[in-house]
């Protein structure tokens, strides 16, 4: 009787931890659900010959950070946004914001950080030999989101930028200029 009386509490407590485990696990966000990425072009349509600007709208979960492209520490995971041409266009080099110094618990000195919303500007240009129509430019967006407690493995997303591309650059209209102001 005492074994059985023993073996059913064993059982409970059992069920108990097993059942508050995925409530635990469920506290900790992953860092694709921390960060909310959007992709915008400057010109829509874009003409052939045209050169345009994507955005790259980073979201960040209050509570958490990304570190900046200019990182603090050697150890740290930069922000990092790479694009895959197709035939037709070319870019320039990623425009990263100036990140904000922040003091945290686990650091001894401030960390170049982004939280809130930041911006990341691509410069393109859709050729003259640029495919007609919709187009697709494929955009891998990298970083490692933390918050004053933890840092949650980097992730790498993939993105879709979608350029509509006419037959002229007079053919371009200026599309979602509030993410192409000057910083």
Do not use: W
Not at 20 to 27: I, S
Not at 134 to 139: G, K, N, T, V
Request: with cysteine.
């Amino acid at each position: 009787m005492k074994r059985k009386v023993v073996l059913f509490f064993a059982a409970v407590l059992f069920a108990s931890l097993a059942a508050l485990a995925p409530a635990a696990h469920a506290q900790v966000p992953s860092g694709k659900d921390v960060v909310k990425p959007e992709v915008y072009a400057s010109l829509e349509p874009a003409g052939r010959g045209s050169s345009f600007q994507l955005a790259v709208v980073m979201k960040i979960r209050p509570g958490f950070h990304v570190n900046a492209r200019e990182k603090s520490e050697e150890y740290l995971i930069a922000t990092d946004l790479k694009a895959q041409l197709p035939e037709g266009f070319s870019s320039g080099d990623v425009v990263y914001p100036k990140g904000k110094l922040e003091k945290f618990t686990f650091s001894q000195k401030p960390l170049n950080v982004y939280q809130d919303t930041v911006i990341l500007r691509m410069p393109v240009t859709a050729l003259a030999a640029a495919p007609l129509g919709e187009q697709h430019i494929a955009l891998k967006l990298r970083y490692q989101a933390c918050s004053t407690e933890l840092c949650l493995p980097p992730v790498t997303i993939p993105l879709d930028a979608v350029v509509n591309v006419a037959g002229s650059a007079s053919a371009a209209k200026p599309a979602h200029q509030e993410f192409f102001k000057a910083p």
